[in-house]
């Protein structure tokens, strides 16, 4: 079941002694990781439409996946790829070999 979520106005007081409302709005959540799904260090927490108006700086990190991996996932994938391309050279070889 989804329940809908009220934002209450809020009366605030100004330096001017005066009451007025003030708008809640919405939390703004931390990008995640889109491999292990944890919290991207470096990025700002905001609603989507408020990341247009936020620099690139505050969007994303100087990084391959900046924006949407985290460090030891994007190593992974690093790694990963290294590993394979060692086994294909390894496989060439022996396949040389196996000819010869």
């Given at each position: 079941m989804v329940q809908r979520v009220t934002y209450?106005?809020?009366f605030v007081k100004t330096p001017g002694a005066r009451?007025?409302?003030s708008?809640?709005?919405k939390k703004g959540s931390v990008p995640k990781c889109?491999?292990?799904g944890s919290q991207l260090a470096g990025l700002k927490a905001s609603r989507p439409y408020a990341l247009k108006r936020l620099s690139r700086r505050h969007k994303t990190v100087t990084r391959a996946y900046g924006g949407s991996r985290c460090g030891k996932c994007v190593r992974q994938r690093i790694?990963?790829?290294f590993l394979i391309e060692e086994r294909d050279i390894a496989?060439?070889?022996l396949k040389s070999a196996h000819k010869k």
């Open positions: 209450r106005r809020r009451l007025v409302i708008y809640l709005k889109g491999d292990c790694v990963r790829a496989k060439r070889l």
